[in-house]
């Protein structure tokens, strides 16, 4: 079983539409990060949580340490949103990170 | 500020060649991560340096895999007698300190293709 885990694996949305992205992990964290990688490969980083919500434009992100589970939210998606979003979490007790396979979405307008 | 910088952007290969890609991280950071992310995965980490010091190799895949940041700052990942398995982004990342709270900043990635 993977260690991060996210679905949906592929999204399309029209625009204006509320999107919600999953992420489960198995091991215990002392920080979960929101990453955007868009095509061409570079990754930015959105949002590190440790607990409650964070939120960011139209960016939110929440998280449930005792459920090990967290979402990534977009309201009124645009097509400039389209990329792919990734779930990581560090490894225990060291610095690296665990990464999320990703969710690739597509708005359209 | 400028970023993390990879070098070069992309990159071909004959198998059997030698490659060397370059990372210079954020300047002042003490943290720099090296990441293999294969088409359609999402990024594995290869190794971690604090400083000059080389502090996990755990994932780099083979002895063909080496790294090094000798000065702490700027790293390079060499991989000698490419195959064409290692056809992927490398993607470098540095964080400001130490501990898995500090966020860490990334590059574009180098894309490796190996023909």
């Known amino acids: 079983k993977n260690e991060v885990e996210q679905s949906p694996q592929n999204l399309t949305a029209q625009e204006g539409e509320f999107i919600t992205i999953n992420c489960s992990y198995s091991?215990?964290?002392?920080?979960l990060h929101w990453l955007q990688q868009h095509p061409g490969g570079g990754i930015v980083s959105l949002f590190m949580?440790?607990?409650g919500k964070k939120k960011h434009g139209r960016l939110i992100a929440t998280i449930n340490i005792q459920e090990k589970h967290s979402s990534l939210h977009i309201t009124a998606s645009h097509p400039r949103d389209s990329a792919v979003y990734i779930c990581?979490?560090?490894?225990?007790?060291?610095?690296?990170?665990?990464f999320g396979t990703g969710t690739r979405l597509q708005v359209f307008p | 500020g400028a970023g993390v910088s990879q070098s070069p952007r992309y990159k071909v290969a004959k198998r059997g060649q030698d490659v060397a890609l370059r990372c210079d991280p954020i300047?002042?950071?003490?943290?720099l991560f090296w990441y293999q992310q294969a088409l359609g995965q999402g990024p594995e980490f290869l190794t971690y340096?604090?400083?000059?010091?080389?502090?996990?190799k755990s994932g780099l895949p083979s002895d063909r895999f080496f790294a090094e940041r000798p000065e702490g700052s700027v790293s390079t990942l060499k991989i000698q007698r490419t195959q064409q398995e290692d056809s992927a982004v490398y993607l470098c990342?540095?964080?400001?300190?130490?501990?898995?709270?500090?966020?860490?900043?990334f590059g574009d990635g180098t894309r490796l293709s190996i023909l």
């Open positions: 990342a540095s964080s400001l300190g130490t501990g898995s709270h500090q966020p860490q900043h």
């Open positions: 091991v215990g964290i002392s920080a």
């Open positions: 949580l440790s607990s």
């Open positions: 990581a979490v560090p490894s225990y007790n060291t610095d690296k990170l665990i």
């Open positions: 300047s002042g950071h003490v943290s």
């Open positions: 340096f604090q400083n000059e010091a080389q502090l996990d």
